[in-house]
């Protein structure tokens, strides 16, 4: 079946360090991949998307392109912040059945 | 412009018991998904509604159900509660063309003691 595969966290990294969360997935025809972000005690908002192969979404200084030929969905920031302390999730959503499946999660700690 | 609105934060509930969850979802938004998250998980799809109907539904049991009404607003009913019920319940909104992304709200955190 469908499924959304992360790397484990809890990532550290310091202030200004690059970032990189590595997610791939499993689907059938070409799901629309997306990552949220949680913050302590929230609800997920959404970070950034892309619904086509070669698409690179962005936002707040996170990209992630999506490569249909790894089946990946990496999500990268040149110099994270100590306010980017959360928790990343990678999901994607099967246009036909309009449904989000999620990986299960990676947890950023940014130290100062 | 309030996004999705979810009642109640937080609820206590003995095993057996039943629930019921309620969400407002983003103005402009006429399609609801509900998604179940265990703690230190990833969410899980539920059910989806539009048009007062269930139109998608992962993998959970009869004892999930849920109602659509009129002005879009959604409720998720749990019947015969387990203490594996606990999680954090979560409400999602869209557009038409559900493509852009779902909207959430923050949530209810179901305990079942």
């Known amino acids: 079946g469908d499924s959304v595969t992360q790397m484990e966290g809890p990532v550290t990294l310091s202030e200004e360090a690059f970032l990189t969360i590595n997610c791939t997935y499993t689907?059938?025809?070409?799901?629309?991949l997306f990552w949220y972000v949680q913050y302590p005690g929230e609800g997920l908002q959404l970070l950034l998307k892309a619904t086509k192969a070669d698409d690179k979404g962005s936002n707040k200084g996170f990209e992630a392109t999506y490569r249909k030929e790894t089946t990946s969905f990496h999500l990268e920031k040149g110099s994270v912040q100590v306010s980017d302390s959360a928790v990343y999730f990678c999901a994607h959503m099967d246009t036909g059945r309009r449904a989000l499946t999620f990986g299960s999660g990676t947890r950023l700690q940014v130290q100062p | 412009d309030a996004g999705v609105t979810q009642s109640p934060t937080h609820l206590i509930k003995t095993r057996g018991q039943q629930v019921t969850l309620r969400c407002s979802p983003k103005s402009g938004h006429d399609t609801v998904s509900w998604y179940q998250q265990a703690l230190g998980q990833g969410p899980q799809f539920i059910f989806q509604?539009?048009?007062?109907?269930?139109?998608q539904r992962g993998n959970f049991p009869d004892r999930f159900s849920g109602h659509q009404f009129p002005n879009y607003s959604s409720e998720l009913n749990v019947n015969a509660l387990l203490l594996g019920d606990s999680a954090l319940y979560l409400c999602a909104s869209s557009g038409r063309d559900r493509v852009g992304g779902y909207t959430f709200g923050s949530g209810t955190r179901l305990t079942v003691v």
């Open positions: 509604y539009y048009e007062e109907e269930e139109r």
């Open positions: 689907a059938t025809g070409y799901p629309s």
